[in-house]
């Protein structure tokens, strides 16, 4: 049960916590932990491919994979940590480390075999090409 600052029980809060535990079912998002959302993302598309841009400061290509399996492209990668001085006391640390995973749905088929990815600026852009199959097609009426 949620309760709010008067100690009283709010159906507000409830509805609330709810919220949160069904973002953190479907979209793999707890509210806490960034790991879970990282990378940052952006899908687009238009009529001949979809794009996708993902933040990855810091990494280098090498700590990268990429797939596109079944209309998903998966990115995955490790982030690896600071290594302070020996006597180094840390006062706050907010930017998380390891492994992580983000896979999204694709808006259309794409042609596997044509994908291509770049990494600049800690900023990589995987273009996929769409398939010709589920490309729209413009179809000529004819008069009577």
Not at 104 to 131: Q, S
Request: one cysteine or more; hydrophobic letters at 35%; charged letters at 30%.
């Amino acid at each position: 049960m949620y309760w709010n600052d008067s100690r009283s029980w709010s159906p507000f809060e409830e509805l609330r916590g709810l919220q949160r535990e069904m973002n953190r079912l479907f979209d793999g998002y707890d509210g806490g932990t960034a790991m879970s959302r990282f990378p940052a993302l952006n899908v687009w598309g238009n009529a001949d491919s979809a794009v996708v841009t993902a933040e990855l400061p810091g990494l280098e290509t090498k700590d990268l994979d990429l797939s596109v399996v079944n209309n998903q492209l998966t990115i995955k990668g490790e982030r690896k940590g600071d290594k302070p001085a020996e006597d180094a006391v840390c006062h706050r640390s907010e930017r998380d480390t390891g492994k992580f995973v983000r896979t999204v749905r694709l808006p259309f088929a794409v042609e596997n075999d044509k994908v291509t990815a770049n990494y600049e600026n800690g900023v990589l852009t995987v273009v996929m090409p769409r398939h010709e199959a589920t490309k729209p097609k413009r179809i000529e009426i004819k008069t009577s």
